[in-house]
């Protein structure tokens, strides 16, 4: 069971324009959610967090956007840039405390191309 | 640079071989986690450990086992490789990992044949 979705597998978009990605969710305990960017042969590196009492947060071009009530969140990138092409993974995590404190729950990845 | 090391890079082994894939970190992070990628199933956990001194299941622990050889240090040891656990594996670390986010391991490319 897919906790966590990201039913595109790719996106396109032309540089200068805004790239939207998205992300589903099931789990209703998840209160945190995080953006991963990964480019080939690396690891993923963070990119951006919410919390689950925000329904914004911004930090220079990159926008996540959480609709709670949808269980839905998204990543906004504007201006789209060549070096933007990636896979972007979304992630979650619950408030359980202890030992289970942190851990994340990703989903499949969108792979973001950007056209010059 | 600061950051996760794992080794090796690149491993092949045999159905039934053993191997451990070693990971450490310099940040003085008390978490540490390994995931495995594969294709159309985004990163799923294997084992972590939320400090020293303990290590937990994840979601795909079978076939696996891990050590938290010290703080620096998680390795994750496969007993007997089976073609099922041809995968990326990452190591990653965090202090803060709601909020912050993991910090990863570049990965290790096993193929098991």
């Known amino acids: 069971d897919q906790q966590v979705k990201q039913n595109s597998p790719s996106l396109s978009v032309q540089e200068g324009r805004i790239s939207i990605l998205n992300c589903d969710y099931t789990?209703?305990?998840?209160?945190?959610f995080l953006w991963y960017k990964k480019y080939p042969a690396e690891g993923p590196t963070f990119l951006i967090s919410?919390?689950?009492?925000?329904d914004k947060n911004e930090d220079g071009r990159f926008t996540v956007f959480l609709n709670k009530s949808a269980k839905h969140l998204s990543l906004h990138i504007v201006p789209s840039q060549p070096g933007d092409s990636a896979v972007y993974f979304c992630?979650?995590?619950?408030?359980?405390?202890?030992?289970?404190?942190?851990?994340?729950?990703f989903g499949q990845g969108t792979i973001l191309t950007v056209h010059p | 640079n600061a950051g996760v090391t794992q080794t090796p890079k690149f491993q092949v082994l045999k159905t039934g071989q053993s191997m451990t894939l070693q990971c450490a970190q310099d940040?003085?992070?008390?978490?540490m986690y390994w995931y495995r990628q594969d294709p159309g199933m985004g990163l799923r956990l294997i084992y972590y450990?939320?400090?020293?001194?303990?290590?937990d299941k994840g979601e795909v622990p079978n076939g696996y086992n891990v050590s938290r050889l010290n703080k620096r240090e998680f390795s994750l040891r496969l007993e007997s490789a089976a073609p099922s656990q041809t995968s990326v594996y990452f190591c990653?670390?965090?202090?803060?990992?709601?909020?912050?986010?993991?910090?990863f391991g570049s990965g290790t490319r096993l193929t098991v044949v």
């Open positions: 992630a979650a995590s619950t408030g359980a405390g202890g030992t289970s404190y942190g851990k994340l729950t």
């Open positions: 919410i919390s689950s009492i925000k």
């Open positions: 940040m003085n992070h008390n978490s």
């Open positions: 789990n209703s305990m998840f209160d945190y």
């Open positions: 990653a670390s965090s202090e803060d990992p709601r909020r912050w986010g993991y910090t």
């Open positions: 450990s939320a400090s020293e001194g303990t290590t």
